[in-house]
T-cell receptor, first 116, second 112 residues
Framework: DQQVKQNSPSLSVQEGRISILNCDYTNSMFDYFLWYKKYPAEGPTFLISISSIKDKNEDGRFTVFLNKSAKHLSLHIVPSQPGDSAVYFCAASGSASNFGNEKLTFGTGTRLTIIP | ETGVTQTPRHLVMGMTNKKSLKCEQHLGHNAMYWYKQSAKKPLELMFVYSLEERVENNSVPSRFSPECPNSSHLFLHLHTLQPEDSALYLC???????????FGPGTRLTVL
């Protein structure tokens, strides 16, 4: 049973437009959420995170929104650029994480393609 | 070298071979991880080492054997693997409480 779900395996967006990637979770104990970006032949890299005490976190072109009641988060990228083409993973963590032990549960990823 | 490095980047092995994957982190972190990424599946946590002690083993078959000799190095010893073990094996590190992992580029493993 997947606790973190990314229901769209792929998404294509025109350059300059907004990209919206969605993620749903089922475990109400999750209180920290992260997005990772992965290029081919590279490991995932941390992009942005949000704590459950917030409903929005912004970093440049990237904004993550959290709707706790719906157990849903989304990543907005605006404006989208060709270099944003990658696989995006949503991940979640519960407050049971111990020191030095980041127990992240990942989604299956969404492949974003930005069309020039 | 910076960040998290992994060797080899690609590995093809037979079911009777013994091989090892190596990971090194240059970030001064105190926790290291092995993840497995199979096609169309989420990243699966295999092992966690915190301060060189194994703190997590997510019911991984014994044909995978981790070793963490110090806080900068992590190995995954492989023995009598199955074709379904073919996947991308990712190493990661973190500094406790930071909430984010730093991943290596992965080893693409193919078991024939």
């Amino acid at each position: 049973d997947q606790q973190v779900k990314q229901n769209s395996p792929s998404l294509s967006v025109q350059e300059g437009r907004i990209s919206i990637l969605n993620c749903d979770y089922t475990n109400s104990m999750f209180d920290y959420f992260l997005w990772y970006k992965k290029y081919p032949a590279e490991g995932p890299t941390f992009l942005i995170s949000i704590s459950s005490i917030k409903d929005k976190n912004e970093d440049g072109r990237f904004t993550v929104f959290l709707n706790k009641s719906a157990k849903h988060l989304s990543l907005h990228i605006v404006p989208s650029q060709p270099g944003d083409s990658a696989v995006y993973f949503c991940a979640a963590s519960g407050s049971a994480s111990n020191f030095g032990n980041e127990k992240l549960t990942f989604g299956t990823g969404t492949r974003l393609t930005i069309i020039p | 070298e910076t960040g998290v490095t992994q060797t080899p980047r690609h590995l093809v092995m037979g079911m009777t071979n013994k091989k090892s994957l190596k990971c090194e982190q240059h970030l001064g972190h105190n926790a290291m991880y092995w993840y497995k990424q199979s096609a169309k599946k989420p990243l699966e946590l295999m092992f966690v080492y915190s301060l060189e002690e194994r703190v997590e083993n997510n019911s991984v078959p014994s044909r995978f054997s981790p070793e963490c000799p110090n806080s900068s190095h992590l190995f995954l010893h492989l023995h009598t693997l199955q074709p379904e073990d073919s996947a991308l094996y990712l190493c990661a590190s973190s500094q406790g409480g930071s909430g984010s992992l730093f991943f290596g580029p992965g080893t693409r493993l193919t078991v024939l």
